[in-house]
């Protein structure tokens, strides 16, 4: 006499040998990258909001100094670069009325840029210029046509943005990026879940005469299903602790490169960092989770 097996037992793991599927490996490995893209994708997001937030509560007086980088990667023209910002600062001190002077440097642009896409960072600090905010008590002391000449004269190729026209300028630029990042994450998020899905109808297929056997001993159509969920669960698990751990190596990385003690090193192990870190692999595991459930239970109920 048979017995049904319950239908949400857990006390079979092994009925259906998923590990001896040829695509399996190559699964968490896919996992793993979506994972690495889905937080790196919103850590740019955050990061880009935090950013925007900071200027618009800053921007009330003040301004920016451009300083456009040299041509060529060599030596003489990093000189010229760090004497030209040297020069710059020091005409900055000598204003009246400046509080305070921040050197956003191409270390920590290429930081921030590096996050969103696998862009060389030796070309980004080629291109990128070097930006110094300069923050003031009264804008109404400092005539900014005035200082302009004196940059033209002393730092050639400098270029002075007033606060309001330059956050406004990156304020667009990050808004257009950020809803680009959002874009791309709903895409992987749909491909996690169609790759579950199709992974999910792979095994039904590779198994079908295990499965035809286990009906045959009274097992249900849940209880099979579990054991694809529990599948799912695992290759999730472990392509999302990989894609996790690459993600949470390229922050250091970014870190060590960095020039320590500034806003950028300290946003890059903030809430807006990690949590998209932790968050992604629950949130693609839990969408495999679920497309397997739902894949499982859809085709075992159009069966005979």
Avoid at 15 to 24: I, K, M, N, R, T
Wanted: aromatic residues 8%; proline residues 4%.
């Amino acid at each position: 006499m048979t017995h049904p097996l319950p239908p949400n037992s857990l006390e079979h793991p092994a009925d259906l040998p998923f590990e001896g599927d040829a695509h399996s490996q190559t699964l968490v490995r896919i996992v793993a990258l979506m994972v690495f893209l889905v937080s790196s994708f919103l850590c740019f997001s955050f990061l880009s909001s935090d950013l925007i937030t900071q200027w618009e509560q800053g921007a009330a007086s003040g301004f920016t100094v451009e300083l456009a980088p040299s041509e060529g990667a060599t030596g003489g023209a990093q000189v010229r670069d760090m004497s030209a910002q040297w020069k710059a600062l020091e005409i900055l001190g000598k204003v009246k009325g400046v509080t305070k002077t921040e050197v956003i440097s191409k270390s920590a642009l290429s930081g921030i840029t590096g996050l969103f896409g696998e862009v060389s960072t030796r070309n980004i600090q080629e291109a990128q210029p070097v930006f110094i905010d300069v923050q003031v008590s009264d804008m109404s002391e400092i005539d900014l046509r005035v200082l302009d000449q004196v940059f033209q004269r002393h730092v050639p190729g400098a270029t002075i943005h007033p606060e309001r026209e330059f956050h406004e300028n990156m304020k667009q630029l990050l808004s257009i990026a950020t809803v680009v990042t959002f874009l791309l994450t709903s895409l992987v998020l749909g491909i996690a879940f169609a790759l579950a899905v199709f992974s999910a109808h792979s095994g039904l297929v590779i198994h079908k005469k295990i499965i035809e056997i286990l009906h045959l001993v009274g097992a249900q159509d849940v209880y099979i299903a579990n054991q694809f969920q529990q599948h799912a669960l695992r290759l999730g698990l472990r392509g999302g602790l990989y894609g996790a751990a690459l993600s949470l190596g390229t922050l250091v990385f970014f870190y060590i490169q960095l020039p320590g003690s500034t806003a950028a090193t300290q946003a890059l192990f903030s809430f807006q960092s990690l949590g998209p870190i932790v968050g992604a692999p629950l949130v693609i595991t839990a969408l495999m989770v679920l497309a397997a459930r739902l894949t499982v239970m859809r085709e075992l109920s159009r069966q005979p």
